[in-house]
């Protein structure tokens, strides 16, 4: 997973010397043998806003690509080459941003079925003529761009006050080493890295408080708090990394909080875990842990948030309204108090459990079904005419198909048998016979709940659709000369309901079994007389299923 990250190093307010550009790509596309990732486009989007909002780089000078190819991302770079070029001949000093979000291998940036070796993108991006170049990537095995071996910790970077902003050169972030694998989280909606280094820029990095974020700044706190995450999960921690090329005095400022349209205070005695999302479960802007004494300032757009603030022993939930221009301070003694346990549910252990588990894309599952079938009018009817049996139960396969939009809920097809019956006649010397079997395709919602991690999951499935039944009435008819059996075949349809419940028990990440009882309601038979037979029926199900999986197993 590969997402790059970075907010437009300007000199200081009112100098007009220095040209800032940025190329922003989120790519979801995967190549061969990689899944589709959930949020690239959506942290280039969040970049990118950064950017715009307190990075000091003009809206016109930023590049967006989504799920970009091979020869838009050289297009975009060979249009940046003739941008700083003219730059570079008019004397002026010009700052570039590159930031990619997407898959990556060993090797190279995965662009759909195509790659960029990360080579090539390197000497493309140390040519352009530009006083200063700033690239982040957030990506699997992403540290291999770099000339470093290994990580450079957090703490080897020292935290200088900017002197002089006439620093040129190449500095590259990278969200992993070059073996390490770079993680998404779904409770943050974003990459672990990219979210936290937007947390940074956005003013929680700002250890001096002077109002502008630096990259030493920046790097330290994304380093610390990606480590501190992707500790708890399954696919392990992810070490960030940092190379600098940089000649001049003084530390390289990435954003400026000071600009921000609107800002949060949190105050020094506020302590604990905060989250800070946008009014009615929105997009999660920020998620810290707030030590005692060090106030903060979070830059946002204006707007309704909800934060909340959790401390050892309670939580409060905030609703706070920042208007433009004005600093809105938290409060979290004048907010409602919530239940602790609901609280550790949703914050801690979804980021433990869901994170770790693997969201199902699709679906196959393949079974055998049995049924057990009702009497009613119609069969009664068949009892009048001598006509008896239809007891034990029916047999038939079943198979089921679906696609999930989230973890919990998703659409499915299905098709399988509901009823399979046989009377035959309770007189001597006849052989008369009345059988039919009733099928249903129904299309319908899936609702899944994940009960023991990926292993158990409960399931619950109503659909609706059309139920066929195929009939044959067979029955002895006396001629002059001889006795006859006659057949006659028949084909009726009616609307079918079903619903089902069940559980998918997980055996390896893309296969399993699976097991269900429902009920489904088809009345397709009629008669004469206008006794409809409802053709559905208790099913018990059982099978194989395959599914595709997104995110960590």
Known sequence: MLAALLASPLVARGDGGVQSYALVIGSNLGGDGQSRLSYAQRDADNVAAVLREIGRTPPEHIERLKDPTLAQVEGSLETLRTKLT????AGERAQLVFYYSGHARANALSLGAQELPLSQLRASLMALPSTLTVVVLDACQSGAFSGVKGAAPAADFSVRSVQDLNSSGVAVMASSTASELSQESRELGSSYFTHHLLVSLRGAGDRDRNGRVSLD??????????????????????????????TGRGDVPLSYPVDADAQLAISGAITGKILVQQAGHGAVMAELVKAAGAPLLIALPSGQYEVLVRGQTSARSCTVSLTRGAVASLAPEQCP???????????????????????????L?????????????????????????????????????????????????????LDARTFRSSRINTSDQMAWRTRAITLGLRARLPLVRRWLVLFGEAGAGIGFTTSQFSYD??????????????????????????????????????????????????NQLDERHNAGSMTYMFGFRVNGAVGGW
């Not at 790097?219 to 708890?232: C, G, S």
């Not at 770790?356 to 699709?362: R, Y």
Request: charged share 20%; net charge negative; aromatic share 12%.
């Open 86 to 89: 003219a730059h570079a001949a």
């Open 217 to 246: 700044e920046a790097y330290a706190y994304a380093y610390q708090h990606t480590l501190a995450d992707t500790a708890r999960t399954q696919v392990g921690s992810q070490h960030a990394t940092l190379e600098t090329a940089i």
């Open 337 to 363: 108090e919530v239940p602790l346990p609901e609280d550790l549910a949703k914050y801690e252990g979804v980021r433990r459990d869901a994170d770790s588990l693997a969201l199902e894309s699709w679906f």
């Open 365 to 417: 599952e393949v079974g055998m079904s049995v049924t057990t079938s009702f009497d009613d009018d119609y069969t009664r009817r068949l009892n009048q005419f001598s006509l008896r049996g239809g007891e034990g139960p029916g047999f038939g396969a079943d198979i089921a198909g679906g696609w999930m939009f989230n973890r919990y809920l998703g659409v499915s097809a299905r098709y399988g048998m």
């Open 477 to 526: 008819e006396i001629t002059d000369t001889r006795q006859q059996t006659t057949d006659t075949t028949d084909t009726h349809y009616n609307v079918a309901l079903r619903g089902l419940a069940g559980l998918d028990f997980g055996l390896s990440r893309h296969l399993g079994w699976w097991l269900a009882a429902g009920y489904a309601f088809a009345p397709t038979l009629k």
